[in-house]
């Protein structure tokens, strides 16, 4: 098989799909390429599984087209073998020890019996499971499973790998394990396409970076340069507060700060970066808010994707 368009290992053309009246996908494209990290992202019910299942060939496109290895992974079986598909939902049998899984998991997916020793004690070394090939699965850590997850579908050697959020449910040691995973799978030029809702994992990993929203693609490029574009020279002020009360959330605001929920404290992006540290804890200590902690950082993947996921702002 051969690449298709410009090298890539996929190609996604104007793919549109409805369901009924709901447009799912309004017109997107993108491409992957060999030895490439491309993370998908998107908030919930921006198209991300519909395209997903478009690429496996589980489902046709309304319009549009979608090429495997240069062939449409929805009429053409010999595209879909060259695909290896990491599903959320852990794939695996958990009553059956890490090697059986494997060697169950090569057959189906058409290694030759003469192949197969070979073909698992790769997946293993790849993902670093050798020393629990005699484990049940059922008795593995969350990190070990998602491990042997990603073994189980590099088997047969995909040209394209298709990960949808494989660090779900796993502490930071195991998200680090499976970073080590993805990248060398990409030295060995496996084209990979990752679908997460991790943002910390896909500015670390990714070579580029696609937003969809409402079914269509926003913002596609590589993270850092993403990231200067849209803030510049400005940086995050994180400001933790002690209990703020009415009066002191009336001051923070004030200063421009906002709450960010998930991470309990007050921010903003700010050019003067640490030279505002010093004078923003002075004025707020004026106002009677009590100031644990002021911290300055570049803003993250996170800050871009909280601006593409916002009601009403299209980029």
């Not at 640490?274 to 004078?279: K, M």
Request: with cysteine; hydrophobic share 45%.
């Amino acid at each position: 098989m051969t690449p298709g368009p410009a090298g890539s290992i996929l190609s996604v053309q104007d793919v549109r799909h409805a369901f009924g009246a709901r447009q799912a996908l309004r017109g997107v494209s993108l491409e992957v390429r060999p030895g490439e990290i491309y993370a998908l992202l998107g908030p919930n019910g921006a198209g991300k599984t519909t395209l997903v299942r478009t690429v496996c060939g589980r489902l046709k496109p309304t319009s549009g087209e979608v090429s495997l290895a240069g062939r449409d992974p929805f009429s053409d079986g010999e595209a879909r073998a060259a695909l290896g598909l990491v599903p959320q939902a852990l794939a695996l049998y958990p009553q059956l020890t890490v090697a059986e899984n494997l060697q169950t998991f090569a057959r189906l997916s058409g290694v030759k019996r003469r192949d197969v020793p070979a073909a698992v004690a790769h997946a293993m070394a790849v993902t670093r499971t050798e020393e629990r090939t005699g484990s049940l699965v059922r008795l593995l850590s969350g990190g070990f499973q998602r491990r042997v997850n990603i073994a189980a579908a590099i088997l047969a050697h995909p040209r394209l790998l298709v990960l949808d959020e494989p660090t779900v449910g796993v502490d930071q040691p195991a998200r680090e394990a499976i970073a080590e995973v993805l990248r060398q799978l990409r030295g060995e030029g496996v084209g990979i396409l990752l679908v997460t809702h991790d943002l910390d994992q896909a500015q670390d990993l990714a070579d580029r970076v696609g937003f969809l929203k409402d079914g269509e693609k926003v913002l596609e490029g590589a993270p850092g340069a993403l990231i200067a574009q849209a803030f510049g020279e400005r940086m995050e002020v994180e400001v933790d507060v002690a209990d703020p009360t009415a009066v002191h959330v009336a001051a923070l605001a004030a200063e421009g700060l906002a709450i960010r929920a998930e991470a309990g404290a007050w921010t903003c992006l700010s050019p003067e970066g640490y030279a505002l540290a010093g004078p923003l804890a002075d004025r707020l200590a004026a106002k009677g808010v009590t100031v644990r902690e002021i911290r300055v950082r570049r803003p993250s993947l996170a800050h871009l994707f909280a601006r593409v996921a916002e009601p009403g702002l299209a980029a």
